[in-house]
């Protein structure tokens, strides 16, 4: 699902960083991470018009991006 051949970035501190560089083309979310890990990035997603996809858990958010642990957050830069 994720592109293999664009650069990801994995986390909510990395996930913020390329949003207030504007380097991000599409955000991944976990459904089941906590609110206050995933709500601020959304609300930069949404100023930003910035596509938001997510997955139901962690784990798969995890898995689609190619690490072995849960992900709450990651994004693809442009």
């Known amino acids: 699902m994720i592109?293999?051949?664009k650069k990801?970035?994995?986390g909510k501190r990395q996930t913020l960083r390329a949003l207030s560089r504007d380097e991000v083309e599409k955000v991944y979310l976990a459904k089941d991470a906590d609110?206050?890990?995933t709500?601020?990035?959304s609300d930069v997603c949404?100023?930003?018009?910035?596509?938001?996809?997510?997955f139901d858990t962690?784990?798969?958010?995890?898995?689609?991006?190619?690490?072995?642990?849960?992900?709450a957050a990651a994004a693809v830069l442009k």
């Open 58 to 71: 962690m784990k798969e958010l995890g898995t689609s991006v190619g690490i072995r642990v849960n992900a």
């Open 39 to 41: 709500n601020p990035i």
């Open 3 to 5: 592109d293999k051949n």
């Open 46 to 54: 949404k100023e930003k018009n910035i596509e938001i996809i997510y």
């Open 35 to 37: 609110l206050h890990v």
């Open 8 to 10: 990801v970035v994995v």
